[in-house]
């Protein structure tokens, strides 16, 4: 229960630091060659640290490598898909724009959420293959012993 809630934090800050990296890049203004590549640079960063920090396992930055690649490369498919999507379609054509754009962005999502999810798996499935068997952090996971003494400071006394 402790470690769903924990990586369901996780996953909500990563989201949100994406969020504010994402913004900081559109507010920069800056060319098309400059901003696709840090788009590119950390969305899949973002995705790295996904990978390497939530599993409850014990794993190495270049295990998550294919699984974050893969992920990073349909994520910059699906915001092309979604950007010529958007330019293709007629401008004066209210209703097709509206209920078609709200709806490709439902599948936008969806698809994102398989990617993060089919990574994942790529990055579980080479890993055991590669090393047989796969250890747990458990309870010497640093950052589980972290949040338990925190836990424990911000207990209140029944």
Request: net charge positive.
């Amino acid at each position: 229960m402790v470690l769903r809630l924990v990586a369901f934090l996780v996953t909500f800050v990563f989201a949100g630091v994406g969020g504010v990296l994402f913004a900081g890049i559109q507010l920069l203004g800056a060319p098309a060659a400059v901003s696709a590549p840090l788009y590119v640079l950390s969305a899949g960063l973002l995705i790295g640290m996904l990978y390497y920090l939530v599993p409850n396992v014990r794993q190495h930055w270049r295990d998550v490598l294919p699984g974050t690649l893969f992920s990073t490369v349909v994520f910059v498919a699906a915001g092309t898909a979604y950007y010529l999507f958007l330019r293709l379609i007629p401008e004066e054509s209210t209703f097709y724009t509206t209920v078609g754009a709200f709806t490709f962005v439902m599948v936008l999502l969806q698809m994102m959420n398989m990617m993060v999810l089919v990574g994942g798996v790529l990055n579980a499935v080479l890993q055991r293959r590669k090393y047989g068997r796969v250890t747990e952090k458990n309870d010497t996971s640093e950052f589980l012993r972290a949040w338990a003494r925190a836990e424990k400071r911000f207990k209140k006394p029944d």
